[in-house]
């Protein structure tokens, strides 16, 4: 609905009752929420950004002033203090002016509701209140086909698909450390047929067997931590480029860079074992003569 107080804003214009601030947790920021005694008054209560738009700095909204609605003089008897949204509710309270739920027929020559918030005090027995109230609804003259949603279950709902795409990432990761690993061992199996002379150089000069595979373990894991570093730099970089694009906050976990490091390197150990090895169980004479 578009307002006209000092100039036009869009502001969503709900009838409810007293018992919304307690539902939805409302802080009064300025005056005071509508209560029983206020059925038939014009009396209205303004959000935190809906009071922002209608007042300026030098003469901001304030109580006992009166908006024009549908040709009505509302009263303004309380400011709700801003409260993040909720996608779960039915009412963004920021963006709403609240009168009450009586008074919608002078806005609305054949008002209808639309939706009810309910509050259980009782956890357990989420599921057997909505079975409840939507029979009640159901008996109610003119009432109509009534669908209860539960925020809990939409809670459950969104924890297992977020769990079911960590799964997918886990998966992803694991095959992308095999997939590193494998390459990290043909780097290093590469690397011992390409310096077989210089192992048999190192064994005849006396260099023991133990000495060669701590070698090559050393430059799996130089390979293996140089390639973690980059990685986790061009992670970095393009995941707070997106962030920065898409205007959200960007959070780094504490633990999500040495955890990577960590995984990088003993799996590169892993994998790098096997070509440590083979070098350190070459003979000197045929390293020397394959050569």
Not at 277 to 285: M, N, W
Request: charged residues 15%.
């Amino acid at each position: 609905m578009v307002l006209t107080f000092r100039w036009k804003i869009n502001a969503i214009v709900a009838g409810t009752g007293s018992g919304l601030v307690n539902v939805l947790e409302l802080q009064l920021e300025h005056g005071r929420f509508l209560s029983d005694f206020d059925r038939h008054a014009t009396y209205a209560v303004v959000g935190a950004r809906v009071a922002r738009d209608l007042g300026h700095p030098g003469s901001p909204l304030q109580l006992g002033d009166r908006l024009p609605i549908e040709g009505y003089l509302f009263e303004v008897i309380g400011i709700v203090a801003s409260k993040a949204p909720n996608p779960l509710a039915s009412v963004s309270p920021d963006d709403s002016i609240f009168v009450p739920i009586e008074g919608m027929r002078r806005l609305r020559p054949a008002p209808e509701i639309s939706s009810i918030v309910a509050l259980t005090q009782d956890t357990f027995q989420v599921n057997a209140a909505a079975v409840a109230l939507k029979a009640y609804l159901g008996t109610l003259p003119k009432s109509r086909a009534a669908d209860v949603l539960i925020p809990q279950n939409l809670l459950e709902g969104l924890v297992r698909q977020a769990n079911t795409f960590a799964y997918l990432l886990a998966g992803l990761g694991g095959i992308s450390l095999l997939v590193g690993g494998v390459g990290v061992m043909n780097v290093m199996l590469m690397n011992v047929t390409e310096r077989r002379r210089e192992i048999g150089i190192r064994m005849a000069l006396g260099a023991r067997a133990g000495d060669i595979r701590n070698l090559f373990l050393m430059e799996t894991a130089t390979l293996s931590i140089v390639g973690a570093l980059l990685g986790a730099g061009i992670g970095l970089a393009a995941a707070y480029t997106f962030v920065r694009i898409s205007g959200w906050p960007f959070t780094l976990a504490p633990f999500s860079l040495p955890l990577g490091m960590c995984s990088s390197l003993a799996v590169g150990l892993f994998f790098g074992l096997h070509p440590a090895l083979a070098a350190a169980r070459l003979q000197p004479v045929q390293a020397l003569r394959d050569d």
